[in-house]
């Protein structure tokens, strides 16, 4: 056995200290060297899903919950 060796899973090189995320829909390998930016990128991406729904609680009358604070 060996490890923190490249592996090919599916048809996807995984290398040793690449960032992994799994959901219910799918997995994603995102290399090392570009983890920070797309964790940036997610981010950005996150908080304006929550300005928008915030805004449609609004609109609809709704109490703010978790999700958009």
């Known amino acids: 056995e060996s490890y ?8 996807v090189l995984v ?4 960032v992994i995320a799994a959901d219910n829909e799918g997995v994603v390998v995102v ?8 964790a940036a990128a997610a981010r950005r991406i996150q908080e304006g899903d929550k300005k ?10 709704r109490k703010p919950d978790f999700t958009v604070k």
């Not at 923190?4 to 048809?11: F, M, S």
């Open 4 to 11: 923190n060796t490249p592996v090919n899973v599916g048809g």
């Open 15 to 18: 290398m040793p200290g690449d």
């Open 31 to 38: 290399p090392r060297a570009k983890a920070e930016a797309v």
């Open 52 to 61: 928008g729904r915030r805004k449609l609680y609004e609109k609809m009358g």
